[in-house]
C-alpha cells in the first residue's frame, strides 16, 4: 500500500514543484515559455490518454471481439460528457480571459482561476486512481510500472500548471507563499481523487475498462477544449506545437519504456 500511496502523490508533488517557481521567478512567465509549457502539457496528456489509457481499456475488452472498442467508446463519449457538465456547473475563470465560465457568481479572480485548474485536476486524479485500481486486479493486465509512468508523466506536465497558476496569483496582490499554497492545493483533487477510487478497486474492477476510456475522455476535453486553444492564443507561434511533440514523445516513451 505505500508504493500506491506515493505513486497517488506523485501528480501532487509536481504541481507543488511547479508552483515553487513563484518564488524564484519575479516577473512571471515569458508569453512564449507559456505556449511551450502548455503545449507540453498537451502533449503528455494526450499520449497519456492513448497508451495508458484508451489501449489498456481496449485490451482488456479482447473478449468481445470485434466489438472490443465499444467500452473505450462508450467510456470516452462519457468522460467528454462528464466534463462538459462541469465546465458548465462550475465557475471558472480561464488564463488570460475576463470573462468568467459557468454559472454567475461573485467569486473572486483569483479563485475562479483555481477552479479552473481544479477541473483540469480532476481527470487526472481519476486516471492515476483508475490505474492503481487495476493495477491491484490480478486480470487487468497493467503492471506498477505501467501504473507509475502515468503518474510520472501527469507529474511532469503538473510541473507547468503549478507555475502557470501562482504566478498570476501573485501578479494579483496575493503574497508569495499565499500564491505558493494555492499553486499547490490546487492540486490536492489529484491524490484525494485517486485515493478513493483505489479504496473502491474491488467495487469498479468490472467497470475498469470503461472507467479508463472515461479518464481518457476528461483529459482530452481539456486539452481541446483549453489548453490547445491557450497555446495558440495571441501572436502567431509554432513554440506550442513544438512543446506538444515533446510531451507527447516523452510520456509515449516513459509508457512503452516502463509498461
Not at 47 to 53: C, G
Not at 210 to 237: C, D, K, R
Request: aromatic share 8%; proline share 5%.
Amino acid at each position: 500500500m505505500g508504493n500506491i500511496i506515493l505513486g497517488i502523490m506523485i501528480p501532487f508533488l509536481g504541481t507543488a514543484a511547479g508552483a515553487g517557481c513563484v518564488f524564484f521567478l519575479k516577473n512571471g512567465i515569458r508569453p512564449l515559455v507559456q505556449k511551450a509549457l502548455l503545449g507540453f502539457a498537451s502533449g503528455v496528456m494526450v499520449a497519456a490518454s492513448v497508451w495508458s489509457l484508451l489501449i489498456p481499456a481496449m485490451d482488456m475488452s479482447e473478449h468481445m471481439g470485434k466489438l472490443a472498442f465499444l467500452p473505450a467508446a462508450v467510456g470516452f463519449l462519457l468522460g467528454i460528457g462528464f466534463l462538459l457538465l462541469l465546465d458548465r456547473a462550475i465557475p471558472h475563470l480561464h488564463m488570460g480571459c475576463e470573462v468568467p465560465e459557468g454559472p454567475a457568481c461573485a467569486l473572486r479572480k483569483s479563485t475562479m482561476l483555481i477552479l479552473a485548474v481544479t477541473l483540469h485536476n480532476l481527470p487526472e486524479g481519476m486516471a492515476v486512481g483508475v490505474m492503481f485500481a487495476g493495477m491491484l486486479s490480478e486480470n487487468s493486465g497493467i503492471t506498477a510500472a505501467g501504473a507509475f509512468a502515468l503518474s510520472i508523466g501527469i507529474a511532469i506536465q503538473n510541473f507547468p500548471e503549478g507555475a502557470i497558476i501562482s504566478m498570476p496569483l501573485k501578479s494579483e496582490g496575493l503574497g508569495t507563499n499565499k500564491a505558493f499554497a494555492l499553486g499547490a492545493l490546487s492540486g490536492i483533487v489529484e491524490p484525494i481523487g485517486a485515493l478513493a477510487t483505489v479504496l473502491l478497486y474491488r467495487v469498479i474492477v468490472p467497470f475498469l475498462p470503461y472507467l479508463l476510456a472515461f479518464a481518457a475522455g476528461a483529459m482530452i476535453y481539456v486539452v481541446v477544449e483549453e489548453l490547445i486553444p491557450e497555446s495558440a492564443g495571441g501572436e502567431h507561434s509554432n513554440i506550442g506545437t513544438i512543446g506538444f511533440a515533446a510531451g507527447f514523445t516523452i510520456m509515449m516513451i516513459l509508457d512503452v519504456a516502463l509498461g
